[in-house]
């Protein structure tokens, strides 16, 4: 049971590297489509923040390394107790949608014209402001989740429609999400810009209840 637990949570760990890795990469697509519509006053604080979510996933991915090493050491040797494993597992299984999720954070309401390219992109700018679970409406996004559109306008998350307008709700810090959403250069800025008849609106929330993933990570 021990080492089992261990092993899962290295597994989940070496998962949320390499969704950090594809993170850094797709969140800056919504910023080179609307890179032509910038002022060079707005230029300079789109780098700054760039540069300063770069410096945040990089602190991130060292911090997950050091624990899968530490998880690969306990196997090794036997140590660590099951509760102890148990504890570090939880959290993992949250970011990994295995377990429904309660507590404080914001909701983006997008109602407009929105596509899959523009909900990857907020995805990953919510995750990148340290956002611990993540949903579309009512459907749980995973760490291998994939969005696409139907015929109707909808979108899909994992193939599951859903219709506008959106409610992408995510559960973490309050206010280091809000601020992340809704600075100056930031991504809802730089979605105005692109989609102009489209409204977003971003609220804190004192209670969220997202649920896990539809079907289980495998």
């Not at 080179?32 to 540069?51: D, F, G, V």
């Amino acid at each position: 049971m021990r080492s089992n637990a261990g092993v899962i949570a290295v597994t989940v760990v070496a998962l949320f590297l390499g969704v950090l890795a594809v993170t850094q990469i797709q969140a800056q697509d919504v910023y080179s489509r609307s890179l032509q519509l910038e002022t060079p006053a707005s230029l300079t604080t789109l780098i700054a923040n760039l540069s300063e979510r770069n410096n945040a996933i990089k602190e991130e991915i060292l911090d997950l390394r050091h624990r899968t090493d530490t998880a690969r050491e306990a196997i090794a040797s036997g140590k660590g107790s099951l509760t102890e494993a148990e504890r570090q597992l939880s959290p993992l299984r949250v970011f990994a949608g295995m377990s429904a999720v309660s507590g404080p954070g914001i909701i983006v309401r997008v109602e407009g014209t929105f596509d899959e390219r523009a909900l990857s992109d907020l995805v990953n700018e919510l995750r990148n402001a340290g956002a611990e679970a993540i949903a579309v409406n009512t459907a749980r996004v995973g760490p291998r989740s994939w969005f696409g559109a139907t015929p109707d306008h909808a979108l899909t998350v994992d193939s599951a429609a859903v219709s506008g307008p959106w409610l992408v709700r995510a559960v973490g810090s309050t206010e280091v999400m809000y601020v992340a959403m809704t600075r100056t250069g930031g991504i809802i800025g730089q979605f105005q810009l692109i989609y102009k008849g489209t409204r977003f609106d971003v609220t804190r929330e004192s209670a969220l209840d997202l649920p896990a993933l539809a079907t289980p990570l495998r």
